[in-house]
T-cell receptor
Framework: AQSVTQLGSHVSVSEGALVLLRCNYS??????LFWYVQYPNQGLQLLLK??????LVKGINGFEAEFKKSETSFHLTKPSAHMSDAAEYFCAGTPSGGTSYGKLTFGQGTILTVHP | DGGITQSPKYLFRKEGQNVTLSCEQNLNHDAMYWYRQDPGQGLRLIYY???????QKGDIAEGYSVSREKKESFPLTVTSAQKNPTAFYLCATNTPTRGGNIQYFGAGTRLSVL
């Protein structure tokens, strides 16, 4: 069974600092992986996705993530944090083959706080 | 204006009462999902449907029921058997894309118990 683990339920950075949100997956076959962002009392918005075409994936709002098979990781980064980046971030995965029916397995979420 | 509409935004349930959360989409997506979100637990799948008149239990289906009579609609009923219904409920749809299905989410319904 596949699982997705986000390390750190809360991350706090200063405005302008590097953002690093960690995600590891457990799967016998490299899955498709996604990062979503959720602002308070809203739904989830897709930031980026990995689908094996390229290991470094660029998303919206200046975020990017790198798939590392050797580390089973898919960490999310942004070089310089903005106040507007404060939100909860979810890593999610789905098997790349078989009959997953598009079902996603979500990590527990990481709340990002940005200080002025 | 295309998208996923969840209503109501806030809902209150009295003890022993069934309540129904609405999810409507005009994206023409075949698959629809219901998730429950609790703080620190991520999103957990309640039910999903791949096609009209068919649906499958997710990881936490007990105390919930669904129907899929139309492609556009996937209502979720929280029954009195669900003893801890207070949570944020999210509806999602899914369409196959090259290299992985993307799920799109509604704005959610926050359910509280009176």
């Amino acid at each position: 069974a596949q699982s997705v683990t986000q390390l750190g339920s809360h991350v706090s950075v200063s405005e302008g600092a590097l953002v690093l949100l960690r995600c590891n997956y457990s799967s016998s076959v490299p899955p498709y992986l996604f990062w979503y962002v959720q602002y308070p009392n809203q739904g989830l918005q897709l930031l980026l996705k990995y689908t094996s075409a390229a290991t470094l994936v660029k998303g919206i709002n200046g975020f990017e993530a790198e798939f590392k098979k050797s580390e089973t990781s898919f960490h999310l980064t942004k070089p310089s944090a903005h106040m507007s980046d404060a939100a909860e971030y979810f890593c999610a995965g789905t098997p790349s083959g078989g009959t997953s029916y598009g079902k996603l397995t979500f990590g527990q979420g990481t709340i990002l706080t940005v200080h002025p | 204006d295309g998208g996923i509409t969840q209503s109501p935004k806030y809902l209150f349930r009295k003890e022993g009462q069934n309540v129904t959360l609405s999810c409507e989409q005009n994206l023409n997506h075949d698959a629809m999902y219901w998730y429950r979100q609790d703080p620190g637990q991520g999103l957990r799948l309640i039910y999903y449907s791949q096609i009209v008149n068919d649906f499958q239990k997710g990881d936490i289906a007990e105390g919930y029921s669904v129907s899929r009579e139309k492609k556009e609609s996937f209502p979720l009923t929280v029954t009195s058997a669900q003893k801890n219904p207070t949570a944020f409920y999210l509806c999602a749809t899914n369409t196959p894309t090259r290299g992985g299905n993307i799920q799109y989410f509604g704005a959610g319904t926050r359910l509280s118990v009176l």
